[in-house]
């Protein structure tokens, strides 16, 4: 069965620093890659998704992802995080999501 | 609005009981699924419909869940002489299954909250 992991259960930075959050999926076949965020008191949005094509995907609010075949995993990243960052972030791999990572950045 | 909707919003019922969440998909998504999410997890994938027919289901899935998607649109999850642990957010999304681009983007709706007493 297919299954996502995230490394990072709370993760808390300043604002301006640099983010990254794991997620490796077990999945081998089609390659479904899906980053989802939830804002405090919000429903799940899409932040960015990878078929095929350009590992290297670029999403909503200055978010990017590679995804990277040898390693099974698909690394959310942002250059410099704001406060409004500050929310649950999912990585899914089809139907199949990872049990998140709060993010927490302080002003 | 043409998001994913979900009625009720929130439903507080005592153990026992036997409760009904609806929901509507994105009017021309041929694939619906309902997760569960407890605070601080992920959604937990429990089932899917691709037009009517329901196509898979998770073990976390007992027999005192049941869903349907009777037409090929809204679709009902129903829970049978609820439980303590069965209080959750109960997500329903959906997405459009085999076209090119799009392909399997899921759409979330709001969320039902059930709180069972």
């Known amino acids: 069965a297919q299954s996502v992991s995230q490394h990072n259960h709370h993760v808390i930075l300043s604002e301006a620093a640099s983010l990254e959050l794991g997620c490796n999926y077990s999945?081998?076949?089609?390659?479904?890659l899906f980053w989802y965020v939830q804002y405090p008191g919000q429903h799940l949005q899409l932040l960015l998704k990878?078929?095929?094509?350009?590992?290297l995907v670029k999403g909503i609010k200055g978010f990017e992802a590679e995804f990277i075949k040898s390693k099974f995993s698909f690394n959310l990243r942002k250059p410099s995080v704001q406060w409004s960052d500050t929310a649950e972030y999912f990585c899914?791999?089809?139907?199949?999501f990872g049990a998140g990572t709060r993010l927490t950045v302080k002003p | 609005d043409t998001g994913v909707s979900q009625d009720p919003r929130h439903k507080i019922t005592k153990r026992g009981q036997n409760v009904t969440f609806r929901c509507d998909p994105i009017?021309?998504?041929?694939?619906l699924y309902w997760y569960r999410q407890t605070l601080g997890q992920g959604p937990e994938f429990l089932t899917y419909?691709?037009?009517?027919?329901?196509?898979?289901k998770s073990r976390l899935l007992s027999d005192r869940f049941s869903a349907e998607r009777p037409k090929g649109s809204f679709s009902t999850l129903e829970i049978q002489r609820t439980e303590q642990g069965d209080s959750a957010m109960y997500l329903c999304?959906?997405?459009?299954?085999?076209?090119?681009?799009?392909?399997?983007?899921?759409?979330f709706g709001e969320g039902s909250w059930l709180t069972v007493v």
């Open positions: 419909f691709q037009n009517e027919a329901q196509l898979e």
């Open positions: 990878y078929f095929s094509g350009d590992p």
């Open positions: 899914a791999s089809g139907r199949r």
């Open positions: 999304a959906s997405s459009l299954a085999g076209v090119s681009g799009l392909r399997n983007t899921i759409y």
């Open positions: 009017s021309e998504h041929n694939r």
């Open positions: 999945y081998g076949g089609t390659v479904n």
